[in-house]
């Protein structure tokens, strides 16, 4: 029968790490098949649904690696940023739908993606201040609080938010040496 689903939450994600030159191609690949190809792939099938129906709502996960470019992540940064992009347009078409579409974009969090990324616990703790790092619960209580009110982002933390904020408005040939300099994965 027909496949009606109110809610679509595309939460699997991954990421690589390590600089383009010296990575793995089907890897690279991989990591984009699942967190941007699928985005894209259900949300042009699920959402003819729930405009038809009149109700329904998407949330895609990024990250705040979504707001500036991510040496050392460089696939993974960029394919975030489409993430955003994307969600946000699809809001820009839905509204007046009945349909809501939100960005959900964490800072770090304890969930053993860093781990599988290839970051030792160390590295990742190191990567970033204490400050940034928010519980899966308080990130998925946002993300629900989000979605149920039809934001357009959500970013959990107010240090998160504050990071954010400046990642956008930096000239990138101030940040990206930084960012070089402090990436786990290239040093
Ligand atoms: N943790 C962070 O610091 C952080 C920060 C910002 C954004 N995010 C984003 O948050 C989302 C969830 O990540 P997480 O922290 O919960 O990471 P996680 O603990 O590593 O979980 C990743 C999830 O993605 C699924 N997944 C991975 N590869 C897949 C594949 N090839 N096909 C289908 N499913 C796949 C996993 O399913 P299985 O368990 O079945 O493998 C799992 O449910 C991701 O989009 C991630 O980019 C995470």
Redesign the pocket.
């Known amino acids: 029968g027909e496949r009606s689903v109110e809610v679509l939450v595309n ?5 690589t790490l390590g600089p383009v030159a010296a990575s793995d191609p089907e890897a690279e690949m ?1 990591m984009v ?3 941007v190809v ?1 985005v894209v792939d259900l949300c042009s099938r699920l959402l003819p649904g729930m405009v038809d129906r009149g109700r329904g709502a998407v949330l895609n ?5 979504a707001f500036q470019p991510l040496p050392g992540q460089a696939g ?1 940064g960029a394919g ?1 940023a489409f993430v955003l992009s994307y969600t946000q347009s699809l809001a820009g078409e839905l509204r007046g739908t009945g349909v809501t579409a939100t960005t959900l ?10 781990e ?1 990324a290839g970051f030792s616990q160390e590295d990742a703790e190191a990567a970033l201040p204490p400050v940034m790092w928010v519980s ?1 619960e308080q990130v998925a209580l946002a993300a629900v609080k989000g979605l149920d009110r039809g934001r357009l982002v959500v970013i959990p933390g107010r240090a998160n938010r504050v990071a954010a904020a400046f990642a956008q408005v930096t000239p990138r040939s101030l940040l990206l040496p930084v960012l070089v300099k402090n990436h786990p994965g290239l040093q």
């Open positions: 939460n699997a994600g991954l990421s991989g098949e699942v967190d699928a996960v990024a990250s705040t690696a993974y975030k974009c964490p800072g770090p969090v304890h969930t053993g993606f860093g599988r899966a």
